[in-house]
């Protein structure tokens, strides 16, 4: 139940926002940031293989503590090559990828922005999925509200008084994710060890 209402949250702040994103934005403007969002996830469907998917499976299948830590730290190794290497070929095919889809140069940097979000994002929910497996209920809910919180005050702010248009979703959702991964971090770090990862789980969870 607590879960439910957990993945309930992650979504709500796109419907929040949306009569927002209708005063704030012209209809040419709003396409746009629906083609930016399109992108960034395309790059995450590509780079990241079901990975969080995959280690919620394999950490049960293991009985002890030590393994499951290898498993969290195996994926997450996985996730940040992933995040590496979404990032290297964002920078590389930004500038074609803003002429020939957004039909405007000046586009670029908030599609790279938003690339980089959608893969924090991704390690991100690679931490919550931790939180989850060691059923820390309460945590995992609470993070999910204080994200929620985070993005819809943040952009409000830039809405309202810095007047950033299309690009205060961008940048909101970049440092709410940005700060969600700092407090992720802080949460886990004793157990964040990307040496101690199963090579052999490596394979499996791509595999996945």
């Known amino acids: 139940m607590i879960y439910g209402i957990s993945t309930a949250l992650q979504p709500l702040s796109g419907f929040i ?9 012209e209809k040419s403007e709003f396409g746009t940031y629906t083609l930016i969002l399109v992108i960034s996830t395309i790059f995450s469907t590509v780079f990241y293989l079901g990975i969080n998917s995959a280690f919620i499976r394999s ?57 980089i979000t959608s893969g924090i994002s991704f390690v991100n929910t690679g931490f919550l999925n931790y939180l989850r497996v060691k059923e820390k209920a309460f945590v995992y809910t609470l993070i999910s509200f204080v994200s929620l919180v985070m993005n819809i005050g943040l952009t409000l702010y830039l809405f ?49």
Do not use: M, W
């Not at 590389?92 to 690339?115: E, G, H, P, Q, T």
């Not at 961008?170 to 964040?192: G, M, N, P, T, V």
């Open 59 to 115: 950490y049960y299948d293991y009985d002890l503590e030590a393994d499951r830590v290898k498993v969290f730290n195996t994926s997450l190794f996985i996730l940040i090559i992933g995040f590496t290497l979404q990032l290297l070929t964002c920078l590389f095919v930004a500038d074609y990828l803003s002429v020939s889809v957004l039909k405007n140069k000046n586009y670029v940097n908030l599609l790279k922005i938003s690339v």
């Open 160 to 208: 309202e008084y810095l007047n950033k248009g299309i690009s205060s979703p961008i940048y909101s959702a970049f440092l709410s994710q940005f700060l969600l991964l700092i407090l992720l971090i802080l949460i886990h770090y004793k157990d964040i060890n990307l040496f101690n990862i199963n090579k052999a789980e490596i394979k499996i969870l791509l595999h996945f």
């Open 17 to 25: 926002l949306l009569p927002l994103f209708s005063n704030y934005f």
